[in-house]
């Protein structure tokens, strides 16, 4: 059987770090990049002795997720230990939440080729992370750096609802900007604050019970994502067409080869001798606290889209790319309460200030220039005082200096000439010296028109107003 009549079947669990200063249980940084081993202290390096200390705010983080993904937050949850030995875990165990989460049973709403796509969430937990072991090849030594060890994560778990490789980058996008929008995650993959291991297995179409699954490991990119999971899909069938087994096993995606292999067979529940942790008492999440965070929630970048697309009349492809970042979205907002030609405003942004933004550096919440300048130098545009491309330039100004888009063009000479007078006599001018092109016009060689203009616009050093220009030209051209 080929590949097409097999289903893939997939769920994703996901690892956010939480923005916090400070670790899940004791005070340490967070801080990425540190020098190795600089961000610890007795408790997170389990020495013993030490009693952990709950980060409240991790916890209002916890609730802010399950409810911006429809989860039920439960009044009570209770904390586990999840006993494994290896070189970066050292306390000999993580602390994590096992059969009572905080939160449950949510949805995350994707878009796929045949439409929306609701996709169960299952679980939303609490934990601490791991170090990070470094392995040297040349020196033929591993070494290991504890900065990360007690970083507080959320693990949300969905359920084998994804049918694709594209499917599960859309729903990893998703998640991603919803927890960007919410705060409570920097979305970043490189630096491992956002990862993914993804459960995959495969069924032949139309049959109701899934395959044997496969756990892929901590792999940091949409990209690699994708081709990891479509690498795994292939193999499972590959074995099942060969008349072998899948076997239930954890395995690592190799970026350089585009393949997966074998790290370890997979562990069940029990292999990790789970039991409540017994320094830290059952957290119990109050109906003030559920109301205070739920008050405080943002609008969500799904809901943000729809309601680009409706009340400034976008393009779904510009909405998406507005909404892509809340700080953009609440910065074309802004400028767009002094200037309501919302299709020209956005046709700025996506162009010049994403433009600027990309090749000079910088962001949103750094701009030089106020939301009333970015206004202002649009409507000076708008109204003929400058050409579009003397407002590029002086936008470009802006960007660089904060200086008032007035001054700019005061210092620069690029205001607009919109004289009537000075630009007939101009365009007289140039007519008289070319009489031989005008009779040709008249005679019927209406694409020399354009020469007309080149003309007018050269001899006025680009200052002349196009619509006068040409409104003078037509009617000296007798049209």
């Known amino acids: 059987m080929p590949l097409s009549d097999f289903q893939p079947v997939i769920g994703l669990e996901v690892h956010a770090q939480l923005l916090t200063n400070s670790k899940i249980f004791c005070a340490c940084s967070t801080e990425f990049g540190a020098a190795p081993n600089h961000n610890t202290c007795p408790v997170c390096l389990g020495l013993p002795g030490v009693l952990p200390v709950l980060n409240a705010r991790v916890v209002e983080f916890a609730i802010r997720a399950g409810l911006a993904l429809e989860c039920t937050v439960k009044k009570t949850s209770v904390w586990s230990r999840k006993n494994y030995f290896y070189p970066d875990l050292p306390k000999g165990y993580q602390v994590t939440q096992y059969d009572q989460p905080i939160c449950e049973h949510g949805k995350l709403s994707i878009d796929t080729p045949e439409g929306e796509k609701v996709v169960r969430i299952l679980r939303i937990h609490m934990e601490e992370d791991a170090g990070k072991s470094v392995h040297d090849a040349s020196a033929k030594e591993s070494l290991v750096d504890l900065n990360r060890a007690g970083v507080p994560l959320l693990e949300i778990v969905s359920e084998p609802d994804l049918r694709s490789a594209d499917e599960a980058v859309e729903y990893l996008k998703a998640l991603r900007d919803v927890l960007v929008y ?20 495969v069924m032949r179409k139309g049959a109701t019970v899934y395959g044997q699954r496969v756990e892929l490991k901590n792999i940091n990119s949409f990209r690699f994502i994708k081709q990891a999971i479509e690498y795994e899909v292939a193999r499972q069938v590959d074995v099942l067409e060969s008349g072998g087994k899948v076997d239930q096993e954890t395995r690592l995606f190799d970026a350089n080869r585009g393949e997966t292999r074998s790290m370890r067979s997979k562990e069940e529940a029990h292999d990790y001798r789970y039991f409540p942790e017994p320094d830290l008492p059952p ?60 299709k020209k405003l956005a046709n700025w942004f996506l162009g010049e200030l994403l433009r600027l933004l990309k090749d000079e550096g910088g962001s949103i919440t750094t701009l030089r220039f106020t939301t009333v ?7 000076a545009v ?25 001054a700019i063009i005061a210092e620069k000479g690029l205001a607009q000439v919109s004289d009537v007078g000075a630009i007939e006599a101009v365009v007289d001018e140039v007519l008289g010296k070319n009489a031989g092109e005008v009779e040709k016009y008249k005679a019927g060689k209406k694409q020399i028109y354009g020469f007309f203009v080149g003309q007018v616009m050269k001899a006025m050093k680009g200052k002349g107003n196009p619509a006068l220009v040409n409104e003078l030209l037509k009617k000296k051209l007798g049209e």
């Not at 910065?331 to 309501?340: D, I, P, T």
Request: hydrophobic share 35%; aromatic share 10%; proline share 4%.
């Open 182 to 201: 919410l705060g409570v995650n920097d979305g970043n993959l490189e630096e491992g604050s956002f990862r993914c291991d993804a459960n995959v297995s």
């Open 283 to 342: 957290l119990h999440v109050t109906d003030a606290q559920l109301d205070e965070v739920a008050q405080s929630l943002p609008e969500l970048p799904r809901a943000k889209l729809t309601r680009f697309t409706s009340q400034y009349g976008l393009p779904e492809y510009d909405a998406r790319i507005l909404c892509a970042e809340r700080p953009l979205a609440d910065y074309f907002e802004a400028v767009a309460q002094h200037f309501k030609d919302y």
């Open 373 to 379: 300048q970015f206004a202002n130098l649009l409507g």
């Open 382 to 406: 708008e109204q003929g005082k400058i050409s579009a491309n003397a407002g590029k330039d002086v936008f470009g100004e802006m960007f660089r200096t904060g200086k008032e888009p007035e």
